[in-house]
């Protein structure tokens, strides 16, 4: 069984920057994908990024050219570097993990909240 910990979130102002981790309890070598999502209150969960073990990603429109997730497998831990922060960020940032590409996600972490003030 894999554990996803989320880390990293908070309050920061719009136009500021965060950085989310997310530590697996097993190795992410198993987890073909590594994804971020979020869910804003009142709205549906959104998928923000994903990578692969071979290294692709991919973005939502909304995340293209202000987010940038990476994986570091011998840490076994998935990043998502958020710049140029908007109050339309704010939300539950959630990792996610799928053993395979084009699987539904097999693992789900608590959450981590991030708010950005305008």
């Known amino acids: 069984q894999v554990q996803l910990v989320e880390s990293g979130g908070g309050l920061v102002q719009a136009g500021g920057s965060l950085r989310l981790s997310c530590t697996t309890s097993?190795?992410?070598?198993?987890?073909?994908?590594m994804a971020w999502y979020r869910q804003a209150p009142g709205k549906q969960r959104e998928m923000v990024a994903q990578i692969t073990s071979g290294g692709t990603t991919f973005y939502a429109n909304s995340a293209k050219g202000r987010f940038t997730i990476s994986r570091d497998n011998a840490k076994n831990t998935v990043y998502l570097q958020m710049n140029s922060l908007k109050p339309e960020d704010t939300a539950v940032y959630y990792c996610a993990g799928a053993l395979r590409v084009g699987d539904a996600i097999n693992y789900w972490g608590h959450g981590t909240q991030v708010t950005v003030s305008s």
């Open positions: 097993g190795s992410i070598f198993s987890l073909n994908v």
